[in-house]
């Protein structure tokens, strides 16, 4: 039976996730709400959604489900207004919000008693751009999509979800809310932290040391990537998840500390025995085997600086999906070749790599 899906947020998120519907429900009706009247037009006219308005209130009613795409600040916000409104019986609202404990216990406030469904969700996925003009069909391609249920999802939520957003191609997974704000803690929210410190110790050095905006390489570049991310997303994750994050920050300090005393003891084995422990930690952990949005499958070719070269290396991966091809220009201290092309999963890589070290004299390696 067809639905009527209600998002609200036309941003990135929510466009994204409309256009993912669509695509395995071209029946379903999907209605939306944003505040500005840029992406309510580009969702519309782009046919993202079928009908839109800025007033969050009136079409909440009329949805099966309601999916609120906002910052965690307004999506809790929306959730104490859904409880004062006379939705479907039965509805199920749904977010998408970075953190989730903060979602989740207003969810449990104020819609508990009401026969109202609630699921917490994190899609895991995005990119620093924003808004209905950025939106993508794929952006969930392979990417966890991850489900925090708490004591108002029933049994069938779950399924009743998972089969609305089939067509994101996403992974499903479901974790406790406030082990995910842990986790998350940990794997994303502190290193966005270390990435901005970084770029900040950095650019002040710079000021009187100014080589190092050109020394900087690939190294440098891997560990700020993410100083580039959206400030005001960042900002509302760190001040909805502030315990946790305090925590992290303070393990951290003191292992700094650690490593600071080992290197002004001169201790050898200490400073060795680090770099070789987080190397071991890092070549088992699960980024080096998953395909999809955060991570991909490097190959990097050390092509002479001739003509055509890089052409020739493209034509002979003619039919092989590539997710990015960078040249290594600058600094290439600490890296494997100038040419670096990331594929999506292991068997394309296999592949490039077998056609280029078969047709080329070019040294390959796979990282
Ligand atoms: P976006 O900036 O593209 O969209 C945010 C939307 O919220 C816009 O439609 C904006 O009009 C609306 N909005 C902002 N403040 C509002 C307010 N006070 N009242 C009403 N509407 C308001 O951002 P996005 O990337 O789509 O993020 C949406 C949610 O998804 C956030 O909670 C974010 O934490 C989460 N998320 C983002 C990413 C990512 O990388 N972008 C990844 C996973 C989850």
Same mark, same amino acid.
């Given at each position: 039976?067809?639905?009527?899906?209600?998002?609200?947020?036309?941003?990135?998120?929510?466009?994204?996730?409309?256009?993912?519907?669509?695509?395995?429900?071209?029946?379903?009706?999907?209605?939306?709400?944003?505040?500005?009247?840029?992406?309510?037009?580009?969702?519309?006219?782009?046919?993202m959604?079928?009908?839109?308005?800025?007033?969050?209130?009136?079409f909440?009613?009329?949805?099966?489900?309601?999916?609120?795409?906002?910052?965690?600040?307004?999506?809790? +916000?929306?959730?104490?207004?859904?409880?004062?409104?006379?939705?479907?019986?039965?509805?199920?609202i749904?977010?998408?919000?970075? +953190?989730?404990?903060?979602?989740?216990?207003?969810?449990?406030?104020?819609?508990?008693?009401?026969?109202?469904?609630?699921?917490?969700?994190?899609?895991?996925?995005?990119?620093h751009?924003?808004?209905?003009?950025?939106?993508?069909?794929?952006? &969930?391609?392979?990417?966890?999509?991850?489900?925090?249920?708490?004591?108002?999802?029933?049994?069938?939520?779950?399924?009743?979800m998972?089969?609305?957003?089939?067509?994101?191609?996403?992974?499903?997974?479901?974790?406790?809310?406030?082990?995910?704000?842990?986790? +998350?803690?940990?794997?994303?929210?502190?290193?966005?932290?270390?990435?901005?410190?970084?770029?900040?110790?950095?650019?002040?050095?710079?000021?009187?040391?100014?080589?190092?905006r050109?020394?900087?390489?690939g190294? &440098?570049?891997?560990?700020?990537?993410?100083?580039?991310?959206?400030?005001?997303?960042?900002?509302?994750?760190?001040?909805?998840?502030?315990?946790?994050?305090?925590?992290?920050?303070?393990?951290?300090?003191?292992?700094?500390?650690?490593?600071g005393?080992?290197?002004?003891q001169?201790?050898?084995?200490?400073?060795?025995?680090f770099?070789?422990?987080?190397?071991?930690?890092?070549?088992?952990?699960?980024?080096?085997?998953?395909?999809?949005?955060?991570?991909?499958?490097?190959?990097?070719?050390?092509?002479?600086?001739?003509?055509?070269?890089?052409?020739?290396?493209?034509?002979?991966?003619?039919?092989?999906?590539?997710?990015?091809?960078?040249?290594?220009?600058?600094?290439?201290?600490?890296?494997?070749?100038?040419?670096?092309?990331?594929?999506?999963?292991?068997?394309?890589?296999?592949?490039?790599?077998?056609?280029?070290?078969?047709?080329?004299?070019?040294?390959?390696?796979?990282?």
């Amino acid at each position: 039976m067809a639905k009527t899906i209600y998002i609200a947020g036309l941003g990135l998120i929510g466009t994204s996730m409309a256009l993912g519907i669509k695509r395995d429900h071209p029946d379903y009706e999907i209605l939306g709400y944003n505040r500005s009247q840029t992406s309510r037009k580009i969702a519309l006219e782009r046919g993202m959604v079928d009908c839109v308005t800025d007033d969050f209130a009136s079409f909440a009613p009329l949805a099966d489900v309601i999916i609120l795409c906002l910052p965690i600040k307004q999506t809790v +916000t929306f959730i104490k207004d859904l409880a004062n409104m006379d939705l479907k019986e039965g509805v199920i609202i749904s977010d998408a919000g970075s +953190t989730k404990s903060a979602i989740v216990d207003a969810a449990e406030q104020y819609l508990a008693g009401k026969s109202f469904r609630f699921i917490g969700a994190h899609p895991m996925a995005g990119s620093h751009k924003t808004g209905a003009v950025s939106a993508d069909v794929n952006l &969930f391609e392979n990417a966890y999509y991850i489900f925090t249920p708490s004591s108002l999802t029933t049994p069938d939520t779950l399924e009743e979800m998972k089969d609305l957003l089939s067509g994101l191609h996403a992974r499903f997974i479901e974790i406790d809310a406030k082990e995910h704000d842990r986790v +998350t803690s940990q794997i994303s929210h502190f290193p966005h932290i270390l990435a901005s410190s970084l770029m900040e110790q950095t650019a002040i050095y710079a000021e009187k040391h100014e080589m190092a905006r050109y020394f900087a390489a690939g190294g &440098f570049r891997d560990m700020t990537r993410i100083a580039e991310s959206e400030p005001g997303m960042w900002t509302s994750i760190l001040l909805s998840n502030r315990e946790i994050i305090l925590e992290r920050i303070e393990n951290f300090k003191e292992r700094l500390d650690v490593i600071g005393q080992a290197i002004s003891q001169g201790d050898e084995d200490h400073i060795w025995n680090f770099f070789n422990q987080a190397r071991e930690q890092r070549q088992a952990m699960e980024i080096h085997k998953r395909g999809g949005v955060d991570s991909s499958y490097d190959l990097f070719v050390d092509v002479p600086d001739e003509e055509d070269v890089i052409l020739r290396i493209l034509e002979l991966l003619r039919g092989t999906s590539l997710v990015n091809i960078h040249i290594n220009e600058e600094n290439r201290e600490d890296v494997h070749g100038i040419l670096q092309i990331s594929f999506r999963n292991a068997q394309d890589l296999e592949r490039a790599q077998q056609v280029i070290t078969q047709n080329t004299d070019y040294t390959v390696v796979v990282k």
